[in-house]
């Protein structure tokens, strides 16, 4: 499997000059899909532009200079997706992945204090051996819970990289949640009203703006207000 691809063929999500160059690092397999990541060199030279190369991106990791989620990363291709935390802690530099109103991954710096905690939405839930409850969230981790609290389509705060629960934000009438697809991407809105679909099809959420969505396109952000920090394009 080749560890490149052809710019013009990157994902739409990437904030990149499709021009640029012919070639691109491509995302090694991991927990987010290759739509909805970023791999680390893209992220360091492309984004925040600390360097110009992707042997200079390597050195970086060499050094242990890099976090992602409170580890030290050490590949180059590892995809950075949606809420992850990215940190440089020599520079005091911390930023999370969110999604801009351009359908674009892209980082927002963040103080420091909140470098040590991010959010992940329950996409899942199943019964393991013993009782216990397994939350399967967005970025690929699973948490066990002894009492299930939680409803899919919940977000947790977690703690990294320990994933010990901090709070949690239900997507209920009255939440802030921020739309991660489709026309009104990017924006942050109030939930109205959940219409619960019997069919196979999604959910659907309407907003105290008059917008709607399905289910899948929506990330609580907050109770009543954003715990993060968003775009300045971002609409509140």
Known sequence: MSNEMKRLTAPRSWPIKRKAHLWITKPSPGAHALEDSVPVTVVVRDLLKICNTAAEVKTILSNRDMLVDGKIVNDSRKGIGLMDVISF?????????????RGKLTLVAIPEEKSSWKLCRIDNKTIVPG???QLNLHDGRNILVEKDEYKTGDVLKIEVPTQKILGAYKMEQGSMALITSGSNVGRAEVIDEIIVRRLSSDNIVNFKNGSSTTRGNVFVIGNKVPEIELPEEAAI
Not at 89 to 101: D, E, F, I, L, Q
């Open 131 to 133: 009782g216990k409850t």
């Open 89 to 101: 802690p020599k520079a005091n530099s911390h930023y999370r992945m969110v999604v801009n109103v």
